[in-house]
């Protein structure tokens, strides 16, 4: 027997289609709430434009144009939105996104998607530290309007990071070695490394520290501890945030993380990451990258994340949030008789939004079945020249 699929992309079944269409719709509105219009982008673009940005050109789904450019079918939305944003006039736009982006893995043992659905946000312009508050709280209200309730927003910043690496000096080789130990909070790897390095004893402790730098806002004092005045503001900065997310009543839902490194190219300050209790991998991501939205207009900055739906829908799944796809409430059965009164109320009803669907059935007692088994309450048929409607009772 042929294979089905290729490798990395999968169907979505009726009841997976209802839950997914009504937690993109629920969070569609939060966005739309909060000021920010939808954009539609292509499924495919120049290679160029991601070839430069993104550092794994290799997992990028390839093709040649007609006239030998080289396209790939996107790997990220946010460049596109750039792209877009570039075009319009300058000030604060605020454009949301519902689509699909794909990604080459070759490794079939991958537990990641090559095709994967996302919707997301991206805040562009001059917007400074309110910019990244209305991100972050953006972030919790749409976790809370898909209906997920045990969750964590996590919050970290890479120039706190970076700040450390420039005063103690650390060359960009041994800088990518400490934070890929740092992402992995590898406190043995991290200490083994200074080990080999003639960085100042005050630095050594600041890096040690790191991977134990998150939970509640009080970290952010503990790590003030000893770092320079460029690393405070950084601190401080975060500080607010927390300050503006207590106050709104949402501070149960964040959690700093000063190791959160993760595309520390991409992002330019802050970083944000979404956290089910009920699954490890994130379900949101996101941050600010100033300097690539730079790149399509001077000085254009850029905050966003981008929520991965299939992994929400698994962790409402894992929380009994999911809802079975609510069956047609009316059949109705062709029986020869005043087929144009019939089809009026059909029609009426359609149009009020109920579910009606046709048995294909020719008198009462198959109608009666067809409902029994496809879980439908009301049959309809016409007697004497008017529609009846019949209540069906489960066998």
Do not use: W
């Not at 909060?34 to 982008?41: A, L």
């Amino acid at each position: 027997m042929k294979k089905t699929l290729p490798y990395g992309v999968q169907d979505y079944l009726p009841d997976e289609c209802y839950n997914k269409q009504n937690v993109e719709a629920r969070i569609g509105a939060t966005f739309s709430a909060c000021g920010y219009d939808r954009v539609e982008t292509p499924t495919f673009e120049y290679y160029d434009m991601y070839a430069d940005v993104l550092a794994s050109s290799d997992r990028m789904f390839k093709l040649t144009d007609n006239d030998g450019s080289l396209l790939v079918l996107r790997p990220d939305i946010t460049l596109q939105i750039c792209r877009i944003a570039a075009k319009m006039r300058p000030g604060v736009k605020r454009l949301y996104y519902k689509a699909n982006s794909y990604e080459y893995l070759p490794n079939i043992h991958s537990a990641r998607t090559r095709e994967f659905a996302q919707t997301g946000v991206e805040l562009l312009g001059e917007t400074g530290i309110e910019g990244n508050v209305e991100i972050v709280k953006l972030a919790i209200e749409s976790l809370l309007a898909a209906g997920l309730d045990d969750f964590l927003i996590e919050i970290g910043d890479v120039r706190y990071f970076k700040c450390l690496m420039a005063e103690c000096g650390l060359v960009k080789e041994d800088a990518e070695t400490l934070k890929e130990l740092v992402n992995r909070k590898d406190s043995l790897g991290i200490e083994l490394f200074l080990q080999r390095t003639n960085m100042a004893a005050h630095f050594k402790e600041q890096f040690l520290l790191l991977p134990a730098l998150f939970g509640d806002c009080s970290v952010l004092e503990t790590a003030s501890r000893g770092c320079g005045a460029s690393c405070k503001k950084v601190l401080d900065e975060l500080g607010v945030i927390c300050d503006h997310l207590t106050a709104d009543g949402y501070g149960r839902y964040i959690s700093i993380d000063l190791g959160l490194l993760q595309g520390l190219e991409y992002y330019s300050g802050l970083v944000i990451r979404g956290l089910s209790g009920k699954m490890g991998q994130s379900i949101l991501d996101g941050g600010r990258y100033d300097d690539i939205g730079g790149r399509f207009r001077s000085g254009m900055h850029a905050v966003g994340f981008a929520i991965g739906v299939k992994r929400l829908l698994v962790a409402l799944d894992a929380e009994k949030k999911l809802k079975a796809l609510p069956p047609c409430r009316y059949a109705f059965a062709d029986c020869g008789d005043a087929r144009s009164v019939l089809m009026q109320k059909v029609n009426a009803l359609r149009k009020q939004g109920a579910r009606v669907v046709d048995s294909f059935c020719r008198d009462r007692a198959d109608l009666e079945r067809f409902c029994r088994e496809n879980g439908i309450g009301i049959g309809l048929l016409v007697a004497g020249g008017a529609v009846v409607e019949i209540a069906i009772e489960e066998a």
